[in-house]
């Protein structure tokens, strides 16, 4: 997308050269076919030293982006963002080219797969599946009766889809603009499955915005899970039905989280912590203990102070 089109879209002033655009990225990640948006104080050294070409933020932050970047001054960076990414919107489901299916793979009926995807020898697909363009599914999965993954999604070896999964749906994203209305934030991430991981019936994971939501080797979700985007579940977790996780969301090895338990989002879970059902995690938690209850805190707090209640309302 050229510039001068984005200015347009934008309805913002720019009077220099025009030049092409390739996407959108983080401030960390971009480069300079890259166009990034700042509004937070927190990433200030990130904003500091990105190498993206253009800058979307507000007069306040203007002279904190590097010198080799172009900053377009806007009322809500956040706002801009929305807007524009639909213009970035990739394609998921193109079916035009013939994918690459190894001859000892099996594919069921009604299985339908895109474009310049591919599908590794031993790989089993049931009936009415659906696989969008570039998937690379790899040695020995199986992708049960009416899963759906979106295009651009890495499946690894040993993987087992249960039926109705969703694999790189859009995260959940809005912006609201002054009357109230929610923008979309269109998602042009991916979700990549490490070796031996396994996703419950009606299970989703959202895409990432930009980059990738990973579930790391080993890890197994059970039936109707959800996973933001961005998030990051680390090697060997178990997650039991009915729990989630809000975007960005980070888990270290060995995690467990209990039935309905929950997290909100941009934080980190220490390697082999528990979350007891019903547990709400609303900030970083150090790996290693039990919590459960909300607000959270060490399990063996949460049933004392049960138990307290209890008898107070006995007497």
Known sequence: MKIKEIIKVLKLEYDGKDFEINSFATLDKANEKNIVFFDDIKLIEKLKNTKAKVVLTTDKFK???PKNSIVLICENPHLSFAILSKYFAKEYFNFDLSPNIDKEAHIGANVQIGSNSTI?????IYP??????????KKNSIIYPSVVIYGNSKIGSNCILQAGSIIGSDGFGYVHNKLGEHVKIYHNGNVILEDNVEIGANTTIDRAVFGSTIIKAG???DNLVQIGHNSELGEN????????LSGSTKLGRNVIMGGQSATAGHLSIGDFAVIAARGGVTKTLEGGKTYG???????????????KITKITKI
Do not use: Y
């Not at 909300?294 to 138990?307: C, E, I, T, V």
């Open 63 to 65: 002279k904190l982006a």
């Open 293 to 307: 209850g909300f607000p959270l805190m060490l399990q063996r707090d949460w049933l004392r102070k049960q138990a």
């Open 219 to 221: 890890t197994k979700l």
């Open 237 to 244: 977790c178990i997650m039991v039905s009915q729990s989630g």
């Open 120 to 124: 590794e020898k031993g790989v089993t």
């Open 128 to 137: 009415n599946v659906t696989i969008g363009q570039n998937v690379h599914i």
